[in-house]
């Protein structure tokens, strides 16, 4: 068996599409267009060229785009500022702050500073309380983006055996919490379960976020098995002529390709989705505050 691709990189451009569409209809009807914020301190390059790109999705679908870049000696006192302003500011439906923040700023202070209904990023602990109870909530990015391509790949997840690895705040409890949405039987799985191989080949469902390059091994999973690899870790390039490194994920692709029956590669699977969701969520708040129906991003 060789397992199908799930092409994050071609369902975000798809998504992008629905998101167009549906910022032109509000345009249409509405007279504005969803705004989102995003808010960078420092210049970490990773997060600067994220930033970027974030903005330049933004632009293209149709959205409004604002962007503040501070210094990283910023203090916390001008920062909550800035979300304050952003909060009362009606142009703008979502705001992000983009993590990680300098040692000398509370990143929990600074989340929970920003209004629920603009948390596009999912990590409020008001969302997260909404989510883990079955509640309508802002759900984070990346799991989002999994359960769409999920949905889009199955048609319907119920009675299914899920098995995430990973028990983080930013995917693998959000990401448990929406598996039980869709009426999976679900396990968390981390680094302190009992013969994780094990409880992995139970899964019809496998999402692995754990942050170990090819942690997990083609003989943990059951056969014919959709895989979901969150994870993202660069590691030294096997091809001595390559100086830059290997992008892999947390499972082993060329093994788990040859049992799984769908499998997401790294790069070009969940990583495209993150910020393709951020922009849906950001019409969702629009749509929210509006007392618009909100989009449906699996049937759009």
Partial sequence: MVAKIIDGKNFAKT???????????????????????????????????????????????????????????????????????????????GLLVQLPLPEHIDSERVINAIVPQKDVDGFHISNVGLLSTGQKAMIPCTPLGCKLMLL????????????????????????????????????????????????????????????????IKGNWIKPGATVIDVGINRIDNPDPKISRPKLVGDVDFAEASQVAGAITPVPGGVGPMTIACLLANTVTSFCRTKGLAEPNWVEE
């Fill in 15 to 93: 998504l992008r599409v629905k998101i167009t569409r549906k910022v032109s209809e509000i345009r249409n009807s509405q007279g504005e267009v969803p705004g989102l914020a995003v808010i960078l301190i420092g210049e970490d390059p990773a997060s600067e060229v994220y930033v970027r790109n974030k903005a330049r999705q933004t632009s293209e679908v149709g959205m409004e785009s604002f962007k503040h870049i501070l210094d990283a000696q910023v203090s916390e006192s001008n920062l909550l500022a800035l979300i304050d302003e952003v909060n009362n500011n009606e142009l703008i439906h």
């Fill in 152 to 215: 889009n790949h199955h048609g319907s997840l119920s009675g299914m055996n899920a098995v995430v690895v990973g028990r983080s705040n930013i995917v693998g409890k959000p990401m448990a919490n929406l598996l039980l949405q869709e009426n999976c039987t679900v396990t968390i799985a981390h680094s302190r379960t009992r013969d994780l191989p094990a409880v992995c080949r139970e899964a019809d469902i496998l999402v692995a976020a754990v942050g170990r390059p090819n942690f």
